[in-house]
């Protein structure tokens, strides 16, 4: 038997480009938390606003007993002055994965404070992944709309499927 008899399918290049992508990504926004609906300070400096977008968070992640001595961030979208009262989120970056999930799984103790209850604290989510939840909300909607109850979306290894409650997963 030579080379030539052995037929294997050749993996797609794309596929495995879009994979190596794609776990690229979600490596690098591990260490990443958005937070939205957070007031915006209109300061006229924009290193005054950095400086006190950082003093919000630090007292933030005080608030959910996370410790953390090296934090940047960033106000996500165009600023519009136009619109007052504007709320755009900030993605922070955190030294650590572990640090970062912490505070997401801490992020209820954020309705005990009144500064912070309207703050909703969620992971950096790649492209695929939001699309993946999006896909998820649809089959949800669809499967109550024909009726079935008990229904939910439960997130195994941060990939969300839809399932019934108290039963086998789907």
């Avoid at 404070?113 to 649809?138: C, G, I, P, W």
Wanted: proline share 4%; hydrophobic share 35%.
């Amino acid at each position: 038997m030579t080379s030539q008899d052995v037929k294997i399918d050749p993996i797609k290049v794309p596929d495995v480009e879009c994979i190596i992508q794609e776990v690229s990504d979600r490596q690098r926004r591990k260490n990443n938390i958005i937070l939205y609906n957070v007031s915006e300070n209109v300061l006229n400096k924009r290193n005054d606003e950095i400086a006190a977008d950082m003093e919000l968070v630090g007292e933030l992640l005080q608030m959910l007993d996370v410790s953390v001595d090296n934090l940047r961030t960033i106000r996500l979208g165009k600023f519009d002055s136009s619109r007052t009262g504007m709320k755009r989120p900030i993605k922070v970056r955190l030294p650590d994965g572990d640090i970062a999930s912490k505070a997401f799984q801490r992020r209820q103790k954020l309705r005990t404070f009144d500064k912070f209850k309207n703050v909703f604290l969620v992971k950096d989510k790649t492209h695929m992944q939001l699309k993946s939840y999006r896909e998820a909300r649809q089959e949800l909607q669809t499967r109550k709309a024909a009726g079935e109850t008990d229904v939910y979306i439960k997130c195994i290894n941060d990939v969300p499927k839809v399932v019934k409650a108290g039963g086998p997963e789907n």
